[in-house]
């Protein structure tokens, strides 16, 4: 049992990483604003969950483990509006997307 | 493990602080003096100083940022060119940077129990606050009951910055007129739904987890000064949210001024009551009968007044920015 949950613990936290990751390099290599933060919400989204749904598994049945869950519902009340808001205000600042072909 | 994530951090706020020298543009300079002050706190946090990173995380990385943009909104957003080469403050930061490096060769290593800090008074604290103050955060015992002197005074430093900046910003005159005059509806987020609906789900929250932090200073990091930068983030998100208007309806101009002083005159009051009491000043053992009960009604005193001015002085300075916004 305590094999399975470590093993689950580390396979989630490794992807969380992967996807932190992903979106940081989404976010230094996407091309124009609104794909730069569609990349980097990935990481606030999936990544915070997968991450902390592993340390959960690591804390067990605790009050750390509630605490935890706490902060997971607070980020993912929060990350996703603030996303919003700022793609929201770059709308609102007429900054178009960019509409680059490329040409090949 | 720690020493390489240590490192790792420390390596980070370098390249965050020469990101914030070299900016052009004073917004990107003010988000970087945010992150800055949040791995600052994760610094502490490693260092064992739960209480400071608290403080750090709230007061540098939430309200500072947020009263820099305040700040920012009056003026111009780029750095004005230098005209010259700035030679002289080049050379004294240079002597300075060389004078703390060869100081740090004389400085004992992390964590040595040799090292003159842990032999002075801070064995006496560890043993003696178990049995005269009887409260497991013994930084709270120190801060506010052995070195309640200096809290006071530390007290007083953000009392008066709260009076300076009403000097400079606020106008008396035209407050009154400011706070209903322009239409609530006008300002703040209230067309944008998304935020408002997560805004007032969240600001509960944020006060519930603020008077936690207040009054669980006691047993876990915490105390006044964070539990009132909580607070006060708390009521600007609702300021941004639902517009000033309504923020300054919930707590008036004239409540935080009374805030500030109040707060200020709670923590000297039952300062003077040790005194009348019969003990010397800021001794909270005459409190009550029982010393031990006394020092606990007198930390929690003194907490909440360092709270309640901590809060009255910040939101002061964020409407007395915003205001002046809203008036040009």
């Known amino acids: 049992m305590e094999l399975v949950l470590d093993f689950a613990s580390w396979v989630l936290l490794l992807t969380g990483g992967a996807f932190v990751f992903i979106g940081g390099i989404g976010a230094l290599r996407m091309p124009d604003f609104y794909t730069r933060m569609h990349a980097a919400s990935l990481t606030d989204t999936l990544g915070t969950i997968l991450v902390l749904l592993g340390i959960i598994l690591q804390a067990g049945v605790s009050l750390a483990a509630v605490k935890l869950a706490a902060i997971m519902v607070f980020l993912l009340l929060t990350c996703p509006t603030a996303a919003y808001a700022l793609a929201n205000a770059a709308r609102l600042a007429r900054l178009a997307p960019e509409r680059r072909v490329r040409d090949e | ?328």
């Not at chain 2, 606020?170 to 987020?189: F, M």
């Not at chain 2, 539990?227 to 639902?242: D, H, Q, T, W």
């Not at chain 2, 709670?266 to 300062?271: I, K």
């Open chain 2, 1 to 328: 493990m720690v020493t390489l994530f240590g490192v790792f951090l420390l390596t980070l706020l370098v390249i965050t602080a020469i990101g914030i020298v070299r900016a052009q543009h004073l917004f990107v300079a003010v988000m970087l003096t945010g992150i800055f002050s949040l791995q600052m706190a994760a610094v502490f946090f490693i260092l064992d100083a739960a209480d400071v990173a608290l403080t750090e995380a709230a007061v540098g990385a939430g309200v500072a940022t947020v009263l820099l943009l305040g700040a920012l909104a009056l003026t111009e957003d780029r750095e004005k060119p230098a005209k010259r080469r700035a030679w002289i403050p080049i050379v004294v930061v240079s002597v300075t940077t060389l004078m703390v490096i060869y100081a740090t060769f004389d400085q004992p290593r992390l964590g040595d129990a040799e090292a003159p800090v842990h032999q002075h008074v801070a064995p006496w604290y560890l043993e003696e606050t178990p049995r005269l103050i009887d409260i497991p955060n013994v930084v709270t015992a120190i801060l506010a009951s052995f070195r309640g002197y200096d809290t006071l005074g530390e007290l007083f430093v953000i009392f008066t910055a709260g009076i300076g900046v009403l000097f400079l910003l606020a106008n008396p005159s035209e407050r009154g007129t400011l706070t209903l005059s322009q239409s609530a509806e006008a300002t703040g987020l209230r067309h944008h739904l998304v935020p408002r609906v997560v805004g007032r789900l969240i600001v509960p929250f944020i006060l519930l987890f603020g008077l936690y932090v207040q009054f669980h200073g006691d047993y876990g990091p915490g105390g006044g000064f964070q539990a009132g930068a909580l607070i006060s983030a708390g009521f600007i998100l609702y300021a941004l949210v639902e517009g000033e208007t309504m923020a300054l309806r919930a707590l008036s101009f004239r409540l935080l001024g009374g805030m500030i002083a109040g707060g200020a005159l709670l923590f000297v009051a039952v300062g003077i009551a040790g005194i009348v009491l019969g003990g010397n000043f800021l001794d909270y053992s005459v409190l009550a009968a029982d010393p031990v009960a006394g020092q606990h009604l007198g930390i929690m005193l003194v907490e909440v007044a360092v709270g309640i001015t901590v809060t009255g002085v910040l939101l002061t300075i964020f409407h007395s920015f915003a205001a002046r916004e809203q008036r040009s």
